[in-house]
């Protein structure tokens, strides 16, 4: 196997600062010479239309897997949060790395956390899945699109165009910037995406040199939780159209899998819930955790909350 690699990213500081993480890991464990191939994808172009009409987060990593198909990168990294739940044949995630807080932070300049807003307060986010949280903890709250990178969201919000807005808290901690954290969203309050907070790499399976090596990063506990929570997804059909959070936790030995599921077209409906727990050893055993979840979250209702999901637009 060849000790010279490319790593394909996006080009946000954000990404960039994975892709770093991951040529430093690279780079001390295995003494691999990794350069950089930094790429803006479809995802970071399209900043008038929420992804859920364009198209979904593989906007994010389409012309990065196209980067790894011609061999002018050999590998690729995602947050996993933006990674689809099956990813395009001859792809594989070789290595899931230990998660950084998966939470969903509020972010404001002038209010302590979303119970301390004014009625009628603006809120901004793209995420179907916030906004019909949000909704259930605060019916009242104007809730308006907003798109772009970490930064950007940042610059709009301190622009004086939203009184608070809803950020993964574990971008603004890579980034040196949790001191814009005002609180952080419990897990009650609301359930984080799959796979929301941890780092995956993908490459090519034919590279089984590379997978083996890549497999060695892979934090276990991480690994299994994310899959439970993506095996929900992935069962639903899941993508950015449906509003669909999925969390799941160690505790005490047992893997403890929440799942909510809101309806997108009326935003305002019950959110449904499901929660199962167990000893998952192997990915199967975390499938079939997550298979469970979604479905009780169907035998609630969520088949008619899935019948009425918006159709993307062509992006």
């Known amino acids: 196997m060849s000790t010279s690699l490319k790593i394909a990213t996006r080009e946000s500081r954000l990404a960039l600062w994975q892709a770093e993480h991951v040529r430093h890991l690279l780079t001390r464990q295995f003494g691999l010479n990794v350069e950089l191939l930094g790429m803006t994808t479809r995802g970071d172009q399209i900043l008038d239309r929420t992804l859920s009409k364009v198209g979904g987060k593989g906007l994010f990593v389409k012309e990065l897997e196209v980067a790894l198909e011609e061999d002018r990168a050999q590998l690729a990294v995602h947050s996993l949060k933006d990674v689809p739940m099956s990813l395009p044949e001859g792809f594989v995630l070789a290595a899931v790395l230990e998660r950084e807080d998966p939470r969903d932070a509020f972010v404001s300049n002038h209010h302590a956390d979303v119970m301390a807003l004014p009625e009628g307060a603006v809120v901004g986010t793209s995420s179907l899945r916030r906004v019909v949280q949000l909704l259930a903890l605060r019916p009242d709250l104007r809730i308006e699109p907003l798109r772009g990178n970490l930064d950007t969201r940042l610059r709009k919000l301190d622009d004086g165009g939203y009184d608070a807005i809803v950020l993964a808290a574990a971008g603004l901690k890579r980034l040196g910037l949790a001191q814009r954290i005002r609180a952080v969203f419990t897990p009650e309050q609301m359930l984080p995406a799959a ?37 929900v997804s992935r069962t639903l059909g899941g993508s950015c159209s449906m509003p669909l959070a999925a969390h799941a936790v160690w505790q005490d ?23 199962a727990d167990g000893q998952p050893a192997d990915a199967a055993a975390a499938d079939a955790l997550g298979v469970a979840v979604a479905r009780a979250l169907l035998s609630q209702g969520g088949d008619a909350y899935l019948a009425r999901l918006p159709q993307p637009d062509p992006a």
């Open 195 to 231: 796979g929301q907070g941890a780092l995956g790499i993908e490459v090519r399976a034919e590279r089984r040199a590379l997978v083996e090596q890549l497999a060695t990063l892979t934090d276990t506990p991480t690994w299994l939780a994310v899959h439970a929570e993506r095996a």
């Open 253 to 275: 030995g047992r893997l403890q899998l929440s799942a909510a599921l809101g309806d997108a077209s009326r935003p305002a409906e019950p959110l449904l819930r499901a929660y």
